[in-house]
Every structure is written in structure tokens, then in C-alpha cells.
């Protein structure tokens, strides 16, 4: 079956811009998409279709792809940024197919 | 705002029953496909099924197929999640969230915003 990888954790100081990847075989061929989650709530989308932000999600957090990978980077990290970030993007090759990444812990230090 | 609020979660042996609901306001309910999208404790993210916005077309992971039915009701406003022969490996809480997609090139791309605030399943003796 299709898989997403992400590395498990990330961390960050501050301030400093962090960067947290999404590799897939499909990706290229199909758009990737980014969730936040913070303990004991639902996921929120904060990027789709590759590098679009949604309203009311802050400039620091951008997308981008290249190849068969694709990277959330937040730039000048903060404190309310820490949380888990989950990639999903689609298996083209079967009937409709939804796959979500293993998920990254960022820690702000 | 779009609002989604799931029910029916709760506790239930192995092989048993369980529906669960999302009532869906805000939105133009019946114009939009909805996702059940479930997380076990400690786990990541795990899509469960898709229904398109008239259920005319309905798609299921492997891990539920055959036990798990989604429907829909457009006159109320609200999704269903039909579970049956549950087992332990169904504990988790599920989420129903709204389908945004995209097809280009007869490509479709679908991804989830928002989601409701999920509703706890845990399948246990």
C-alpha cells in the first residue's frame, strides 16, 4: 500500500525557521496537503495543494514541492506552533484513495 | 461558521454495534462530500471512508470495509458512520470533516478542512 513519510520529531529554537518533510512515491502526480494538531484537538489544515495557505493561517507557514517530496516550513517559529503536523496526499494509481503521513512532532526549544 | 459536531461515540464490546452522527451546519450541507477520518490513542491519522455529496458514491479503507457503512442524510443535515463487528483495533476518536477537492486532468485531489472536534470509540470487554 501507499506510504507517506515523515520524520517523527523536529526540533527548533525560537525564532528559527523549521522545516518538516513529506516523501512519497505519488507526489509528483498528486497534490499534498498539511494539518496541525495540538494536544486534545482536531486537526486544522494550515497548506493545500502543495504551497496554498488558507485564510487565517499565519505567513510563516508556507508549503513546497519538489519531486517526490514535499516540505512545510515555518519561518520564525513560535511557542504556539508546538504540535503534531500530519502530510496526506492520494495514491494515483487505485480507484480514490486518501493517506495521511505518520506525523511529525515539532518541539519548540 | 461551518460547524461540525460528532455523537455516538462510547464504549462498546468486541463484535458489537455502534452508529455514529455529525450534525453539519453552516454550510450547504448536501453540495459537499464528508469524510470519517479516525485516530487511536497515541496514533496518527487513519481516513475511514468517503461519502460523495448525493451518496451516490461511497469509498472505504481496507481496515473497515465490509463492517463499516457511511451514509447520509441531506434533509438533516447529517453524516453517519454505521460500525459493526467492531474489534479492539477500532478504538479511537473519530472525526467527520468536510471534502474540499480539485480535478485536473481528470486527476481528483481531496483533502479535509474543517473537522469536527471527533467523538471517542473505545471497543473493549
Known amino acids: 500500500s501507499y506510504e507517506l513519510t515523515q520524520p517523527p520529531s523536529v526540533s527548533v529554537s525560537p525564532g528559527q525557521t523549521a522545516r518538516i518533510t513529506c516523501s512519497g512515491d505519488a507526489l509528483p502526480k498528486q497534490y499534498a496537503y498539511w494539518y496541525q494538531q495540538k494536544p486534545g484537538q482536531a486537526p486544522v489544515l494550515v497548506i493545500y495543494k502543495d504551497s496554498e495557505r488558507p485564510s487565517g493561517i499565519p505567513e510563516r507557514f508556507s508549503g513546497s514541492s519538489s519531486g517526490t517530496t514535499v516540505t512545510l516550513t515555518i519561518s520564525g517559529v513560535q511557542a504556539e506552533d508546538e504540535a503534531d503536523y500530519y502530510c496526506q496526499s492520494a495514491d494515483s494509481s487505485t480507484t480514490y484513495s486518501v493517506v495521511f503521513g505518520g506525523g511529525t512532532k515539532l518541539t519548540v526549544l | 461558521q461551518v460547524q461540525l459536531v460528532e455523537s455516538g461515540g462510547g464504549v462498546v464490546q468486541p463484535g458489537g454495534s455502534l452508529r455514529l452522527s455529525c450534525a453539519a451546519s453552516?454550510?450547504?450541507?448536501?453540495?459537499?462530500?464528508m469524510h470519517w477520518v479516525r485516530q487511536a490513542p497515541g496514533k496518527g491519522l487513519e481516513w475511514v471512508a468517503f461519502?460523495?455529496?448525493?451518496?451516490?458514491?461511497?469509498y472505504y479503507a481496507d481496515s473497515v470495509k465490509g463492517r463499516f457503512t457511511i451514509s447520509r442524510d441531506n434533509s438533516k443535515n447529517t453524516l453517519y458512520l454505521q460500525m459493526n463487528s467492531l474489534r479492539a483495533e477500532d478504538t479511537a476518536v473519530y472525526y467527520c470533516a468536510k471534502d474540499q477537492s480539485i480535478t485536473i486532468f481528470g486527476v481528483v485531489s481531496n483533502w479535509f478542512d474543517p473537522w469536527g472536534q471527533g467523538t471517542l470509540v473505545t471497543v473493549s470487554s
Open positions: 461519502i460523495r455529496y448525493d451518496g451516490s458514491n461511497k
Open positions: 453552516g454550510f450547504t450541507f448536501s453540495s459537499y462530500g
